[in-house]
């Protein structure tokens, strides 16, 4: 598989996941929406837990494309054709 086909396949495996920020998002919402302060910090834990989910695969996805620069770095420089130099 070329670096190009990698990145590809990486990109479509590393997208983040929209469930974290449609959840992290509810979760504002909710704790704007808190009847009382007990309330309201039960949802800021589950906040917390979300948005540390959120930065783990964010983290997660960074580090597998920043394995595949190599890759790409080295399939891009098989690729360049270098013209002879005409003689002067």
């Not at 959120?54 to 013209?83: F, T, W, Y």
Request: proline share 5%; aromatic share 2%.
């Amino acid at each position: 598989m070329s670096g190009i086909e990698q990145i590809t396949s990486l990109c479509h495996s590393t997208d983040m996941p929209a469930y974290t920020e449609a959840r992290i998002q509810h979760l504002c919402k909710k704790v704007i929406d808190a009847r009382s302060p007990l309330q309201a910090e039960k949802i800021l834990r589950e906040l917390r837990a979300a948005l540390e989910e959120h930065i783990r695969l964010a983290n997660e996805s960074l580090a597998a494309q920043a394995s595949v620069i190599p890759v790409i770095s080295g399939d891009l420089k098989r690729r360049i054709v270098r013209k002879p130099k005409a003689d002067c």
